[in-house]
């Protein structure tokens, strides 16, 4: 079993930066892929980013890719997503998830879920 714990949500203007966090406990944090989803009021839940077990791959939807990255201290079992320029189209709950056999973009995969961090983007 592994839990997760999101951080670092709150209000920012257009054009602003936040940095989430997610903090792990349980297994061993290293043997598992973390990744980040969000989900905008009456939308379906996205993938934003992965990052893999150890050599730290990256992969990034494209809505994402060159504002936001996603990087991992696994002697802190914490995974962050670092979010610049962000939009309003940014606003979401954000979503901390981790996955045992799998590296990707695709949440049914993902075998372990926090509870979300709300992120709201002001125009």
């Known amino acids: 079993q592994v839990q997760l714990v999101e951080s670092g949500g709150g209000l920012v203007q257009a054009g602003g930066s936040l940095r989430l966090s997610c903090a792990a406990s349980?297994?061993?944090?290293?043997?598992?892929?973390m990744g980040w989803f969000r989900q905008a009021p009456g939308k379906e839940r996205e993938f934003v980013a992965t990052?893999?077990?150890?050599?730290?791959?990256?992969w990034y939807a494209d809505s994402v890719k060159g504002r936001f990255t996603i990087s991992r201290d696994n002697a802190k079992n914490a995974v962050y997503l670092q979010m610049n320029s962000l939009k309003p189209e940014d606003t979401a709950v954000y979503y901390c998830?981790?996955?045992?056999?799998?590296?990707?973009?695709?949440?049914?995969?993902?075998?372990?879920w926090g509870q979300g961090t709300q992120v709201t983007v002001s125009s």
């Open positions: 349980g297994r061993t944090f290293s043997n598992y892929a």
């Open positions: 990052i893999s077990w150890s050599r730290g791959s990256t």
């Open positions: 998830a981790a996955a045992r056999t799998y590296y990707g973009p695709y949440e049914s995969r993902y075998d372990y």
